[in-house]
């Protein structure tokens, strides 16, 4: 994982082109005046999943930054991802306020569309997989890889392979906060994470 995380650069690419879109941002409009007020369920805990189609579009009227879990259905360690560190309610809470959070099935047979741009399943013997993925992981897929977008829909960093809950916290708020633009990994694992959580 550190030779990953050593070598955290912003990727200029722009994985799509943004084009108008009307978001359905799933909030209820204010009661109006006359009207009774329903009663809004609370929240339901762990992470607020969404499609890639509807952070996309949620995008459009609220930016946030947006991270991925391109996973596959067979994979070990895409389970043990979800069952621990998806269920840390540090991890689960900061995800909930600063990421639209995805979840990607790489092998996913149906055409993905964001804007303009259409991403189909690409048969490969046995297994397919989607070109989403493909661009997610610029070409090199490896299950479960995590991927950052800014709050633009342009790459940030794709990050392939297991992370456990303090690691994975660690990677959420260095990008989070925008400290990749500021530091490296590393000096801020050490001194800055280190100050901003210390209970972690």
């Known amino acids: 994982m550190k030779r990953f995380l050593s070598s955290l650069i912003i990727f200029p690419v722009m994985l799509v082109v943004l084009a108008g879109f009307k978001a359905d941002n799933g909030e209820k409009p204010a009661a109006e005046k006359g009207v009774s007020k329903q009663v809004e369920a609370p929240p339901a805990e762990g992470i607020q999943w969404l499609t890639i189609e509807e952070a996309y579009a949620r995008i459009q009227k609220e930016p946030r930054k947006v991270l991925i879990d391109v996973y596959t259905d067979w994979c070990g360690w895409c389970k043990v991802m979800d069952r621990e560190t998806f269920k840390d309610k ?4 900061y995800i909930n306020k600063k990421y639209y959070a995805v979840k990607l099935d790489a092998e996913q047979k149906g055409t993905i569309k964001l804007g303009d741009k259409q991403f189909k399943y690409l048969e490969q013997g046995g297994r397919g997989i989607n070109e989403i993925a493909l661009a997610l992981t610029n070409n090199q897929p490896s299950y479960p890889t995590t991927v950052f977008l800014d709050d633009k829909f342009n790459m940030i960093q794709p990050l392939p392979g297991y992370l456990k809950a303090k690691e994975f916290h660690q990677i ?6 925008d400290y990749h633009k500021k530091q490296d990994f590393e000096s801020y694992k050490a001194k800055t994470y280190s100050s901003l959580y210390p209970a972690k």
Do not use: L
């Not at 959420?172 to 906060?177: K, P, V």
């Open 172 to 177: 959420i708020t260095f990008f989070g906060e």
């Open 90 to 93: 540090a991890v689960t809470d």
